[in-house]
């Protein structure tokens, strides 16, 4: 019987790739992943930012780190991405599949239903659920190969959960432009909620572990009139902290979570509680 937890969050010897890796979140994701141990591939949309980028945490954190640039919605990109990624770093154990489009340009995101254009629609999907098919099913085989099982994490929203309240949307701005939450991105996160039970119970009996982490509105430079609709629509009274889904990432990552397979990690200060 074991009788030291000391370890249960560690990760070294492991590798981890984390797709949108040089997002708001996956900066620090990836950091906290290297604090336990992992070595890291961070992939996303520019070479020269994830390169720099793997160098910084290689010599901060003392593992070995990779940048590569892939479009996840590229078939091909994302084959030879993931086989770099295991001739470079032997093997992987853990992916995060975090990347996310809020569509090329973001003036034909944040637009009402009825005037959103069907390629846009397309676009997103083709990041949000089809890139997400695409690196779960090229490092699935590959976690099948090595035989000893995995983590894969992948990133929803509450929006892929419970339907918008458009009430926070009015006044509100992100960038300069006004903001709401389209339907392509509400759907394409709850697909990602069905993708992730789906693939648990496909891949169970082969020890490779599927989990959706759920995060609530992260405060990243948002004008004061949404964060405070947003704040007063919350349980604990705020938006999340970006460092906030770190923990809740390394707990699925890692041994503490050995038993959870097919869920949802909702980190969201309560807002899809009432
Ligand atoms: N920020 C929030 O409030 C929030 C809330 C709930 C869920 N999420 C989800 O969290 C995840 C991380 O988002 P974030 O908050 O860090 O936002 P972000 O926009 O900073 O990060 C997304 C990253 O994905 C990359 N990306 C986009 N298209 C890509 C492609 N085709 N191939 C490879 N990489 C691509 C982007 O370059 C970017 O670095 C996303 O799945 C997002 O939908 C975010």
């Not at 020269?48 to 940048?67: D, M, R, W, Y």
């Not at 992987?92 to 390629?119: G, M, Y």
């Not at 990243?220 to 938006?239: A, D, I, T």
Request: glycine share 10%; aromatic share 10%.
């Amino acid at each position: 019987m074991q009788n030291d937890f000391s370890h249960l969050f560690d990760l070294s010897g492991k590798v981890a790739l984390v797709t949108g890796g040089a997002g708001i979140q996956g900066k620090r994701i990836t950091q906290g992943l290297a604090t336990y141990g992992a070595d890291i591939a961070i992939i996303d949309l520019n070479a020269e930012v994830v390169e720099k980028q793997a160098i910084s945490l290689a010599k901060t954190f003392g593992i070995n780190a990779l940048g590569i640039e892939c479009d996840v919605s590229d078939k091909d990109a994302v084959s030879t991405m993931v086989e770099t990624v295991v001739e470079k770093l032997g093997k992987i154990d853990v992916l995060h599949n975090n990347a996310a489009s809020k569509s090329e340009n973001p003036s034909n995101f944040f637009v009402p239903f009825e005037e959103f254009d069907f390629d846009v629609w397309r676009q997103v999907m083709s990041v949000n659920i089809d890139g997400m098919f695409l690196v779960a099913q090229k490092v699935g085989k590959q976690m099948l190969v090595q035989g000893h099982g995995g983590s894969i994490i992948q990133t929803s929203s509450t929006y892929g959960l419970v339907g918008p309240d458009f009430r926070i949307y009015e006044g509100s701005e992100y960038m300069g432009s006004k903001i709401t939450t389209p339907a392509a991105y509400a759907a394409s996160k709850g697909a990602v909620l069905q993708l992730t039970r789906y693939l648990a119970s496909y891949w169970g009996s082969e020890g490779i572990r599927v989990n959706t982490l759920v995060p609530g509105g992260i405060s990243s430079g948002q004008n004061k009139v949404f964060v405070k609709s947003y704040s007063e629509r919350v349980p604990l009274g705020r938006m999340a902290n970006v460092d906030e889904m770190v923990g809740a990432v390394v707990f699925l990552a890692s041994d503490a979570s050995s038993y959870m397979t097919g869920q949802m990690l909702v980190v969201d200060g309560g807002w899809t509680a009432w």
